[in-house]
């Protein structure tokens, strides 16, 4: 058993060297629920029943992300990116804002990359909920890992069955 938590703890791991640092993750992005700025603003400024945790990464957000002043700039960056938020969330152009990261170079490089926060050190997460970008060098390898969790998950529920 042992070995199986170990082999689905690394499989969990965002796995290295995959990363070919296009900086599409940091070109573009939407806070968690996909919030508008004003919203978002409420939240961080603990002006809405929002736990402390979700108030402090709403904060740590705004620290990182810059909103886009228009959609059109934001759909210059990534159009599909923006379709694809707003049929999935099935919000309209009001009711969505999207952000960018102070600090991406114009080579695309992260200005404070040693020092980056940490929901950038998490994605892309290995999770199927994980939106990729796209050409995103992680997608394949992350995906196969997700089946793999599930084909060991799978392999022991039998295994209990046919032992019970
Ligand atoms: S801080 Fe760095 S890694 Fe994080 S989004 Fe910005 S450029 Fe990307
Ligand atoms: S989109 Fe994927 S390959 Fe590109 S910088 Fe982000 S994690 Fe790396």
Redesign the pocket.
């Known amino acids: 058993m042992t070995d199986f938590v170990k082999e689905v703890e690394k499989l969990m791991q965002i796995p290295e060297g995959y990363?070919?640092?296009?900086?599409?993750?940091c070109e573009i992005g939407t806070a968690r629920g996909c919030l508008t700025y004003d919203e978002l603003l409420k939240v961080a400024n603990n002006e809405t029943n929002a736990p402390y945790n979700i108030v402090n990464s709403a904060n740590d957000f705004l620290a990182t992300f810059v909103p886009f002043e228009t959609i059109d700039e934001a759909r210059k960056v990534n159009s599909h990116f923006v379709d694809m938020i707003l049929k999935t969330t099935n919000k309209n152009e009001n009711e969505v804002t999207f952000f960018h990261c102070r600090y991406l170079k114009k080579d695309k490089k992260c200005q404070i990359y040693e020092d980056r926060p940490t929901f950038c050190r998490k994605?892309?997460a290995v999770d199927e909920r994980t939106f990729f970008?796209e050409g995103?060098?992680?997608e394949k390898v992350i995906k196969e890992n997700i089946k793999k969790v599930a084909d060991i998950i799978n392999y022991l529920e039998q295994k209990e069955k046919n032992n019970g």
């Open positions: 990363c070919k640092a296009c900086g599409k993750c994605y892309p970008f995103c060098g992680l």
